[in-house]
């Protein structure tokens, strides 16, 4: 079993900072891909940010320059942290990674519960 634990969200003022954490625990062979993901009502789920193991990253071009992703591999564990926070951030932020359970096992998709982040003043 592989678990995806989000922690992180709140409320926040425009302009204010959040940072997310989403640790992997479970049965762990290697962790390919870490990613963020962020849904509002009605509207289908969007990428926010991705980091490979090797450290190569995508930011969504709505969230670059504000919002950075990073990972420590040792922890299994994805951050993000998000600067300079506007109405439109608010959403479910969602954690997923794309892993392998086993040597011999094909990559996975396994997602966190999601956390709440609400920019409000």
């Known amino acids: 079993q592989v678990q995806l634990v989000e922690s992180g969200g709140g409320l926040v003022q425009p302009g204010g900072s959040l940072r997310l954490s989403c640790a992997a625990s479970g049965s762990i062979f290697s962790i390919e891909v870490m990613a963020w993901y962020r849904q509002t009502p009605g509207k289908q789920r969007e990428l926010v940010a991705s980091?490979?193991?090797?450290?190569?990253?995508v930011h969504a071009s709505s969230v670059k320059g504000r919002f950075t992703i990073s990972r420590d591999n040792a922890k299994n564990t994805v951050y993000l942290q998000m600067n300079r926070l506007k109405p439109e951030d608010t959403a479910v932020y969602y954690c997923?990674?794309?892993?392998?359970?086993?040597?011999?096992?094909?990559?996975?998709?396994?997602w966190g519960q999601g956390t709440q982040v609400t920019v409000s003043s």
């Open positions: 997923s990674a794309e892993l392998r359970t086993h040597s011999y096992a094909a990559l996975g998709d396994y």
């Open positions: 980091m490979t193991y090797g450290g190569s990253t």
